[in-house]
């Protein structure tokens, strides 16, 4: 199957700073690659789209200039999480649309502790 | 009412049981239908993937999808504690969004 990476897979941080997270396709190219926050013993909550070359579009609720997104080549996309607050804590998990199979295949996750 | 009902569970069941994990939807545009495992503190793998009524077995798994009645399912054979995991089903209409619909999850035990 697909192999989607993800990078750190763990990170604390103290409240106030920025934490960035990355997201790769590694042997296929994810033009759209999704990011969702997952909180314990509940389902994925879709937090962003991500479009290769374009703004990414956000969820209703979600802040977009809390939750920076970058899709800067067809391998990578970045979720900079700015200016963190404890409430941020969460497991940030992404995944890589693959246009043959249109199927998305997601990363491991990462789990962001704020202190 | 949400898009997409699972049934949360939890879902203990004896080693070698076979196991039935359903899903129901509202939405008739959806066409696409996924299962996902979720082992704990990762990431979800894609287990099933079928567009089409109808069944698709892959080893222990068969995923049949009922577009008639908008029901889901996914069977599991001679089931193994390495089963033990939540199982998400996952949809979506295609097209350019192509966001997927989750349902919550059931969590599966398989007891040895």
């Known amino acids: 199957g697909a192999v989607v990476s993800q990078h750190p897979s763990r990170v604390i941080c103290k409240s106030g700073t920025s934490v960035k997270i990355e997201c790769r396709s590694l042997?296929?190219?994810?033009?759209?690659m999704f990011w969702y926050r997952q909180f314990p013993k509940q389902s994925l909550m879709l937090m962003a789209t991500s479009n290769e070359g374009s703004k990414a579009t956000y969820e209703q609720g979600v802040e977009k200039d809390k939750f920076l997104i970058n899709h800067a080549s067809l391998t990578l996309s970045t979720l900079t999480v700015t200016s963190a607050h404890p409430e941020d804590s969460s497991f940030y998990i992404c995944?890589?649309?693959?246009?043959?199979?249109?199927?998305?295949?997601f990363g491991p996750g990462t789990r962001l502790t704020v202190l | 009412q949400k898009e997409v009902e699972q049934d949360p569970g939890p879902l203990s069941v004896p080693e070698g049981a076979i196991v039935s994990l359903n899903c129901t939807y509202s939405?008739?545009?959806?066409?696409?239908f996924m299962w996902y495992r979720q082992y704990s503190r990762k990431g979800p793998e894609l287990l099933m993937y079928?567009?089409?009524?109808g069944n698709k077995e892959d080893g222990r798994f068969t995923a049949q999808v009922d577009k008639s009645s908008k029901y889901i399912s996914l069977f599991i054979r001679d089931s193994q504690p390495s089963d033990s995991a939540t199982y998400l089903c996952a949809m979506n209409s295609g097209g350019a969004t192509n966001k997927l619909i989750f349902g919550t999850g059931t969590l599966l035990a398989v007891q040895p």
């Open positions: 079928t567009y089409s009524s």
């Open positions: 995944s890589a649309r693959r246009l043959a199979t249109d199927t998305q295949y």
């Open positions: 042997d296929f190219q994810a033009t759209t």
């Open positions: 939405n008739s545009a959806f066409q696409y």
